[in-house]
Structure formats: C-alpha cells, structure tokens
C-alpha cells in the first residue's frame, strides 16, 4: 500500500455496527463489565480506550511502526521516554532541541540524577565521543527545532546499536510524510500531535513509535502508570485530521522552499536554515533520507532584537504564535519567546542569535506569504 494511501485507510476502518465511514469517537470514562474476571479489553480509559487505541495503530503504522503509544502532548511523551531510564544513567543529547525538552532535562529531570550532555548530532563522531559508561540513551530531533539541524540516522543508529544505546529520534518536523526514523534503525520515535499530524492548531498531543517489544511494554506501563492520555475527542481529532497529511505536507513543503530561496537573497537577512537548500551544511544527508522538506524554516536578521520585533510586529497574514505545524503560517522570535528562558550566554552558544527567527509556513498561497513577509522585511 502506498503511503497516500496508507493515510486514509492503513488502521481506519467503517465502524463494524453501523457502517460510519467515520471512525466512532468513544467519549467514556469507564466500561460495563459482562462479568467478573472476564477480560473484554477495555475497562477504564486511562488504561485503554478504542478511539486512542485506533489512532496508536494507525500513527504507528505511518511511520512503519507496530506500536504506538499516544500521551497528552509531546512532552509527555518525551518525558515517557525518559522514564525507560534508571537514577544515573546518561543521555547525549542534540544540543539544539525544542527548549522545553531541555528545560525539562536540566531542571527537572536532573533532580532524578538523569545526566545529560549536549552535542551537535549533525556529526556523529560528537556522539561516539561523550559516550560514557553510563550512557543508555541518545535522543535526536531531525531536523531540529529551532535551527533545523540534520541528523544522519543510519550513522548515529550504527554508534547506538554498537554500544547497545535507546535511540530516540523527535520527527515532528519532518512527519512520516517525509522521514520514517525507524526505517534507519531508530528505536523509538516521537512526534507532538499538536503539529503537522493533527494540522489545525485544534489540540494538543503526542505519540511514541517503536518495533520493539520491551520498550512498547514499558511505555505503555508508564502511559497506564502516570496517565498523561490524550481525550478520545483529541484522538479523534486527530485521526481526522490524519486524512490529509500528505497533501498538506507535499504543499507546507513547496511553500517553504520557495519562501526559504526568497529569504536567502534579501539584503536584509543574512543566513537561511532550511534542508531544502544547497546552502544547508547537511543538505546531501536530507536529500538521502527524507523525501521532502517539510515546512520549516528559520533565518536571522541582520538587525538584531529590535529587526526581530519589527518583524512580528508588522506581519499581517503570517501569526505570531509560539507553535507550528497547522495550515496557517505562524512566525516566532526565539530570543524572546520559545527559548527566552534560556540565559544569553547559553543562547547564543548554542546558536539561537537575538536576530533569529523561525517561520512555520503554511498552505496559503505562496505569492501572499511572500508578499506577506516582503513587507514586513521593509520595515524591519
């Protein structure tokens, strides 16, 4: 089955009783029980519900998966798979992840004597150099959110395998649209269901895939354990919006590339991130293992803070919003929003310049979002 077809049709089917094209959304908190003892699957929807229990098979497949394992958002579920870990273990870490995935390693999970080191993943010899005794984890995001840093997955997934490491990849940006992890050999994958998998800003979510029996059953003890569930509503939400993932996808993709190649000849930006260009420093790893692009991108300003104020200030379609992924085109100013929290120093360290600014790009017209952000450009 190919993949567009798979989006519609891979773990949806008519309900059996009624015939609903749609899949049923099952709004309960509990289940009647025919007798005592006598197990029929569901009992209580923190340990199973058939709504949450479709989309988990279906998102699994996508990504060429056989279990998922669906959380209430994206942090959740990273914060599950952290939970397959034990006090003093080590994480390598891609240095340049979503700020709430650092912020909740370095000031939470560090409490737990989890231990982390950062690295730029882009260059697999950094991982096979900070690997320590301790080291039970890798945990990539591809590309990565802000900078949209690439990751070569078979070479990090060779590292992971030879030192018997978890590899877990965040693919949110890319979706299985364009990049399926556990075809290179990743263990586990991730994606915030609130982003391009839903698609409309209309929830918030998130989902683990593995192949691997051991670590489906620990995560679905810890999902059962902790109860961090999604709603059957935003599960089924979410299967609908499943429906059109590739042709959203295939148009985020051509949009951003065209918006990415506008952006690399304004005077007044003066560097462009995006995977679908010559010019990103990975570009040859992307075009092997993705299939397209995705819709994201980020550059910087020659301006600074106050061009990047400017900016979001006077954009009239583009949002100015901290999340990504949905059909309408959201803009974002790192320094002062998502990472605003992160110290200066480190900040800027790590990359994330005070000019830099990260766009979502959405389905409009191309033209409009152009013209959109050639206006805005001029006044900034």
Request: aromatic fraction near 6%; charge should be negative; include cysteine.
């Amino acid at each position: 089955m190919k993949f567009e077809t798979k989006v519609l049709h891979a773990a949806i089917k008519p309900d059996p009783i009624t015939g609903s094209i749609l899949p049923p959304l099952h709004q309960t908190a509990t289940y009647v029980l025919e007798e005592v003892g006598k197990d029929k699957g569901f009992d209580y929807t923190r340990s199973a519900n058939p709504t949450r229990q479709m989309m988990e098979e279906h998102l699994a497949a996508l990504d060429s998966g056989r279990y998922g394992v669906a959380y209430s958002s994206g942090m959740a579920a990273v914060d599950s798979c952290l939970k397959l870990l034990k006090a003093g273990d080590h994480v390598i870490c891609s240095d340049d992840v979503y700020g709430g995935v650092s912020r909740h390693f370095n000031q939470i999970l560090v409490n737990y004597d989890l231990h982390f080191t950062y690295v730029d993943t882009s260059f697999p010899e950094n991982i096979e150099a900070a690997i320590q005794p301790e080291t039970k984890m890798i945990w990539a995001e591809t590309p990565t959110n802000p900078l949209l840093k690439v990751t070569d997955l078979e070479a990090v997934a060779k590292i992971a395998k030879n030192h018997d490491l978890i590899f877990g990849i965040d693919s949110t940006f890319a979706t299985p649209v364009f990049l399926r992890p556990l075809e290179y050999g990743a263990d586990l994958v991730m994606h915030s269901t609130t982003k391009y998998l839903s698609g409309h800003n209309q929830l918030i979510g998130g989902i683990v895939i593995t192949n691997r029996d051991d670590l489906s059953d620990q995560l679905k003890f810890v999902q059962k354990t902790i109860g961090a569930v999604p709603s059957p509503f935003d599960c089924w939400l979410t299967l609908l919006g499943i429906k059109t993932l590739d042709l959203r996808m295939k148009k985020h993709a051509e949009n951003a590339q065209a918006v990415a190649e506008y952006l690399e000849n304004h005077p007044k930006v003066s560097k462009v991130s995006y995977p679908g260009l010559p010019s990103h420093s990975m570009h040859h790893v992307a075009k092997e293992q993705m299939s397209g692009f995705s819709g994201m991108i980020s550059f910087e300003l020659t301006g600074g803070i106050p061009a990047g104020r400017t900016l979001m200030n006077s954009v009239q379609l583009a949002q100015l919003a901290e999340s990504l992924g949905s059909v309408e085109t959201m803009i974002t100013h790192p320094a002062t929003m998502t990472h605003a929290e992160v110290p200066k120093d480190e900040r800027l360290a790590r990359g994330l310049t005070d000019g830099l600014v990260r766009i979502s790009v959405g389905i409009e017209n191309m033209d409009d979002i152009i013209y959109d952000l050639e206006t805005a450009l001029e006044k900034s």
